[in-house]
């Protein structure tokens, strides 16, 4: 039983990781974006930072589902949970938790093939920089991959018996490794 709450713990601790990831490439599109709009009314010419505030926002976009999942941070349409109790509630969830391990899944295995692909081929941009194009892939694929973890990891506590924190919960913030 340690194990599984240390390894609840480790997830929580990777999560919070990804989300952390998610703002600092939110951070570097900015960044980017500025960057391009300062370099033009200069007229200067720096290639690739429209791609670049691309790639990290698709970077940001999949780092932060596990994060935002963990947090009960997507939309939900809740009406038929929301009126069921008990035993039927929980069953609804763990359908519901199965089927997203489902397409979670499927969307990390490509996501990564893909990825896997691209550095097979070593396939290029279009842009003006050619970056190899696994390289800006790898955070995606990085990120569906964490957010199938995620679900599948809720789908198991859930199935051991925990029940799912509510929607109206407070929601407290995972401690990262050395904070106090």
Not at 150 to 168: D, M, Q, S
Request: proline fraction near 3%.
């Amino acid at each position: 039983m340690a194990f599984f709450k240390a390894l609840d713990g480790w997830l929580g601790r990777l999560y919070a990781l990804c989300g952390y990831l998610a703002a600092l490439l939110l951070v570097s599109m900015g960044v980017f974006i500025v960057g391009s709009i300062v370099t033009r009314l200069i007229g200067a010419y720096v290639p690739g930072l429209t791609e670049y505030s691309g790639y990290a926002m698709a970077g940001t976009g999949f780092l932060a589902l596990a994060y935002t999942f963990q947090n009960h941070g997507h939309i939900r349409v809740g009406l038929l949970l929301n009126s069921l109790h008990g035993r039927n509630r929980h069953l609804a969830q763990l359908w519901c938790l199965l089927a997203a391990s489902f397409f979670s899944a499927f969307l990390a295995y490509y996501m990564v093939r893909m990825t896997y692909v691209s550095w097979q081929l070593e396939d290029r941009s279009e842009g003006a920089d050619a970056i190899l194009l696994w390289i800006p892939q790898t955070m995606p694929a990085f990120g569906a991959s964490v957010l199938a973890v995620c679900v599948l990891h809720n789908f198991i506590k859930a199935l051991a018996g925990g029940t799912p924190r509510e929607e109206n919960e407070e929601v407290k913030p995972v401690e990262m490794a050395g904070d106090t």
